[in-house]
């Protein structure tokens, strides 16, 4: 059985997946410190996490990015020890959910804005710490 990896939770989905989009209730699943040796899922082990202040930002976008392929390209070893790639259709629920985050956007502007607002704020702050 492949090892796989959790992908960083975005805030509004309360089923959790792995890095390669698995259901992680129905896969082995462990840490990325313990994400060594074994039979390691590749787009699991592709994945890169980020590190710093903006680490969870930037998870979440690489998720989204993720979720936005309608395909994914992943490599098969074959039986001369070479890969064959090969395309698996990938079903993610990422565009509605954006079409019903535009639609709450939609319902609460000014609400929205002043969350924007103050992420631009702590963004900020926090890139002139770095310096």
């Known amino acids: 059985m492949k090892i ?58 690489a998720a989204i990015g993720r979720g936005l392929q309608s395909y994914r390209i992943l490599k098969r070893p074959t039986k001369g020890g070479g890969l064959k790639e090969y395309r698996r259709r990938v079903n993610d629920p990422i565009l509605f959910e954006l079409k019903a985050l535009a639609d709450l956007v939609v319902r609460h502007r000014e609400e929205f804005e002043k969350l924007v607002a103050a992420n631009e704020s702590e963004q900020a702050i926090q890139g002139a710490g770095a310096g």
């Not at 390691?40 to 969870?56: M, Q, Y």
């Open 4 to 61: 796989h990896l959790m992908r960083t939770p975005l805030p509004w989905r309360t089923e959790q997946a792995t890095e390669c989009g698995m259901l992680a209730h129905k896969v082995k699943i462990v840490q990325a410190k313990d994400f060594t040796g074994g039979q390691r899922c590749s787009i699991c082990r592709s994945t890169v996490k980020n590190e710093g202040p903006n680490a969870l930002l930037h998870q979440m976008q």
